[in-house]
């Protein structure tokens, strides 16, 4: 019996040391390839995509199934215009962890920029529908910018108003609703729009820009000229500049 007992730990060792070392080596792996991607998030976070490519891939390469990665992946090849690569990542980031909200918000971005306004719109739905998301204003939003790109302003409308509901100082969703109300010809409701925009994000040229258009369009020509101004002391020499000057022009006015 002791000698049957023996020969089976000969037997069992080799195999039991062999699954340890490989569970260890996994393990330094995983924990390698996590701190490339904490790098990789850093370098995505100065608005360096190819760097945090390049670390992120390696990331990849020692441990692929981490939905963060995935998403930071889909991230910086968004970031580089490879939109199926983008596309490819989020997705990857949502089979492995299917209540990854974030990764379903920036899916339908994907989606957005590919001008599939259908399935981002999808997507973005899935992302606002969860309950669990904190920031329901973001999915939202991107909703009423696809409706926007689809000339259903009505819609847009809509979920603007729902983003607003979320958050009433979310700027990127007041510029929008204020350019979705210009399309409507709503042109008072636009100014209002954009003025609360510019309260809060007063260095914006472009929110001055779309701001002196829709008083141009009201007939405030004194407004909309000194809003264009504006834009030219905000951003000098900045392409909105360029077009605030060509405006000014239009009017009948020079800048000096």
């Known amino acids: 019996m002791m000698k049957s007992k023996l020969i089976f730990l000969i037997i069992i060792l ?20 996590i701190a490339l ?3 990789g998030e850093a370098y995505l976070t100065e608005g360096k995509p190819t760097a945090a490519l390049k670390v992120l891939l390696e990331s990849e390469r ?9 998403n930071n992946l889909g991230q910086a090849y968004l970031r580089k215009g490879s939109f199926d690569l983008a596309i490819k990542h989020f997705t990857k980031a949502i ?13 339908g971005v994907a989606y957005l920029v590919k001008k599939d306004w259908d399935t981002a719109i999808k997507c973005f739905k899935e992302a606002a529908g969860n309950i669990l998301y904190a920031t329901p204003s973001f999915p939202l939003s991107n ?4 409706y926007f790109n689809k000339k259903e302003y009505h819609m847009a409308e809509k979920y603007y108003k729902k983003a607003l509901a979320f958050n009433p100082d979310f700027t990127k969703a007041l510029w929008e609703i204020g350019r979705t109300y210009v399309e409507m010809d ?3 409701e636009a100014i ?12 914006s040229s472009i929110l001055y820009l779309d701001l002196a258009n829709a008083c141009e369009l009201a007939g405030d020509t004194d407004k909309a000229l000194t809003t264009y101004k504006k834009v030219i002391l905000t951003s000098p ?16 006015f020079t800048w000096n």
């Open 14 to 33: 080799p195999f039991a040391l062999s699954f340890y070392s490989c569970s260890l080596n996994f393990e330094k792996k995983k924990e390698k390839g």
């Open 37 to 39: 991607r904490n790098l």
């Open 62 to 70: 020692n441990y692929s199934r981490d939905p963060f990665l995935q």
């Open 95 to 107: 089979e492995l962890n299917p209540n990854y909200i974030p990764a379903k918000n920036n899916l």
């Open 143 to 146: 909703i009423g910018l696809a």
């Open 186 to 188: 709503r042109i008072s």
């Open 192 to 203: 209002y729009s954009f003025e609360k925009a510019i309260a809060l994000s007063p260095a």
């Open 237 to 252: 020499g900045s392409p909105a500049a360029q077009i605030a000057k060509t405006k000014i022009g239009n009017l009948g």
